[in-house]
């Protein structure tokens, strides 16, 4: 993957800007390990760093292509994700006379645009974000991958548009100041760390949403949406619906381990990350191509500290154990003990550019770090549970029915910490109120459906469209801080729009979580593995975390320099800390934010507010 930033203005001459362009672009030096470019035009600059997974030796960005109304006038494109229906495109534009220097994708996507213009986007099946100036009519065009695994942030500004794949990288422009409003507050500490879909958290700053393309030109900015969840009957019965899945799995897995560079499996021996290594098992072992490599995650003494609950029901290691014998994968164990994840937690805001889930994006991001030392790529389970209802609030009547977000019901614990000013400025109970129920307006309706069916649907929407997002963008960041790409082959739009329309009942087969997908699977995986209960990305056990994250966020409420304290009740946060044990239960957000990760997440504000020196307007 790669590091993409651009700089559109109508008021000034680019080509004497190349030094700020140069700042920006370098802000995504960990996106990009490998190699560094940079275009620039009167009115256009465009910035790239590069993480070389196909033809290493070519593609570089930005990529320059003459358009198809004048060859004295090019297209030129910077670029970030992975086609995987590249080859096919490529046949299509040769018939059609494309000649090509390259055997990378990036290639492919520009003469696509060249021969397509905007429509090229319906014809992908990859993740992306890209961006392509045609000089001859001076248009930017962009656009983002249906379900956003490919972030795309950008800044409006009278004649002038700003972009990149990071926050950081507009931040980094000379006239961008580190600012911060109470909506960016009340995304912050009323449904943090996940988003509205668009909002950029930075004061101005907005992100393309999936499935969205950007033009922008001397008229003004249109957005407009290509792609978005569908209701329609679905007509397949359960076995055929199985056999579909089945095939859409393997079709997409394949064409994700398509690579110049070693590639691996995440590995945690759940339902979800156990079939995509098995489906790549048997592809290697059917093209030759030698062992697998996997990967899984744990933590010191999580053995000694584990206990059972709904949402984390067991423990891995033997479930990873398990499937590493049955498949004979070459497989590393990597540990982490308490004071790296500690320390970990300013690098994963730095990576993210605002507070995100706490010691659960630190983890990841020393996983994907260690990773990176034997492979480029990775393939990760993550977004089957959207997809297929795995949740527990999937399957929990007062979840269905709370009328708001289930993955953060605690609205009046945030409530609780804040401080008396910036609840009356924010009004968190409303502001969480008006987001669901923006969410629940755009569900689109199945004429014909019970009350019960209804509820299936819109959980299932609210899933893909506002907690599936949150766990792509931390993928996302973490994986690109440590120059690891990170594939989703749940994320295949494909898979997602079929199974969206997939009844409950069959969604349940065998009256189990995610039994379609189960169903699907049989014969892939033993039957121990292909039927255990669900269980989340690890995250520790080890009392020492708590006590840790405990002491260093008593130590910043007795800083009076810490900028935190005008936003939180120091009082009541103390007294939170002060008396929380081991079995205290704080539910802040999704399955895994509990007691120490609301420390960790304040402590994340505390060192955010300093370190990028953020100005509350």
């Known amino acids: 993957m790669c590091g993409i930033t651009g700089w559109i203005d109508w008021n000034r001459d680019l080509t004497q800007q190349a030094d700020a362009l140069e700042r920006m672009t370098e802000t995504l030096e960990l996106r990009g ?41 090019d297209c030129v494109l910077v670029y970030n994700g992975e086609l995987y229906n ?50 001859l009519d001076q248009t930017l065009f962009a656009a983002r991958d249906r379900l956003g695994v490919k972030p795309f942030f950008y800044r409006r ?33 009323v449904l943090g760390p996940a988003r ?14 999936p499935g969205q393309t950007l033009t922008y030109d001397r008229n003004g900015l249109r957005i407009r949406t290509y792609w978005q969840l569908e209701s329609r009957e679905h007509e397949d019965d359960e076995a055929t619906t199985s056999a579909r899945i089945g095939e859409l799995l393997a079709d997409t897995l394949e064409r994700q381990l398509a690579s110049d560079v070693p590639v691996c499996t995440l590995l945690s021996g759940g339902l979800d990350s156990s079939a995509l290594t098995a489906l790549a098992v048997a592809y290697y072992d059917r093209t030759g191509q030698g062992n697998v490599d996997t990967y899984s995650v744990d933590y010191v003494d999580n053995d000694k500290h584990f206990k059972a609950h709904d949402f984390q029901p067991n423990a891995d290691a033997p479930w990873i154990a398990r499937m590493v014998e049955h498949l004979r994968t070459a497989h590393h164990s990597i540990q982490f003990d308490t004071p790296e994840l500690v320390d970990a937690l300013e690098m994963a805001v730095r990576a993210k550019d605002y507070p995100g889930m706490a010691d659960i994006d630190a983890s990841l991001y020393l996983f994907c770090r260690e990773i990176k030392k034997g492979a480029t790529v990775a393939v990760s389970g993550e977004a089957a549970d959207e997809v297929f209802g795995g949740y527990p609030w999937f399957h929990r009547k007062d979840a269905l029915e709370a009328g708001t977000f289930p993955w953060s019901l605690s609205v ?10 910036l609840v009356e ?11 669901y129920a923006q969410a629940v307006s755009e569900v689109p309706p199945l004429p014909g459906e019970n009350e019960e069916q209804r509820l299936m649907r819109r959980m299932s929407y609210l899933n893909i469209t506002r907690f599936m997002p949150t766990l792509l963008d931390r ?44 169903k699907s699977l049989e014969g892939v995986l033993p039957h121990d593995v292909l039927y255990r209960k669900k269980s989340p990305y690890p995250k520790t056990h080890n009392p020492n975390y708590l006590s840790a994250v405990k002491t260093r966020l008593l130590e910043r ?46 402590l994340q504000v505390d060192y955010w507010l300093r370190a990028y020196k953020v100005r509350l307007v």
């Open 86 to 135: 590249a080859p096919e495109l490529k046949k299509e534009l040769l018939s059609l006379g494309y000649a090509f220097k390259t055997s990378c994708d990036t290639e492919v996507l520009l003469q696509a645009y060249v021969e397509w213009g905007p429509a090229c986007v319906e014809r992908f099946n990859g993740i992306f974000a890209f961006a392509v100036w045609h000089s």
């Open 33 to 73: 390990p490998d190699a560094s470019g940079t275009w620039l035009s009167r009115h256009c600059a465009f910035g790239h760093r590069r993480l070389s997974v196909m033809d290493p030796a070519n593609g570089a960005q930005p990529m320059v292509r003459p358009s198809k109304e004048a060859d004295d006038h």
């Open 412 to 421: 009046d614990l945030r409530e609780s910490i804040l401080s008396p000013g």
């Open 196 to 209: 509205t879909p668009g909002h950029g958290i930075w004061r101005g700053l907005s992100e393309l949403k």
């Open 425 to 435: 400025s924010i009004r968190p109970r409303e502001y969480v109120a008006d987001r």
């Open 557 to 602: 409420l007795d800083d009076p320099s810490s900028p935190m304290l005008q936003l939180i009740d120091r009082k009541k946060v103390r007294h939170i800390a002060e008396t929380a044990d081991a079995s205290t239960n704080l539910p802040w957000f999704g399955q895994l934010m509990s007691g120490p990760q609301l420390f960790a997440y304040l």
């Open 475 to 518: 993928k996302d960041r973490m994986s690109m801080a440590a120059g690891l790409e990170v594939r989703v082959p749940y994320c295949d739009h494909r898979l997602v729009d079929y199974v969206f329309n997939v009844p409950w009942k069959i969604k349940q087969a065998g009256d189990r979580e995610k039994g379609i997908l189960r």
């Open 157 to 189: 500004d009278e004649g002038r548009l700003l972009f990149g794949s990071e926050p950081k990288a507009i931040l980094a422009h000379p006239d961008v100041e580190p600012e911060i409003d109470g909506e960016g507050l009340a995304e912050l500490f």
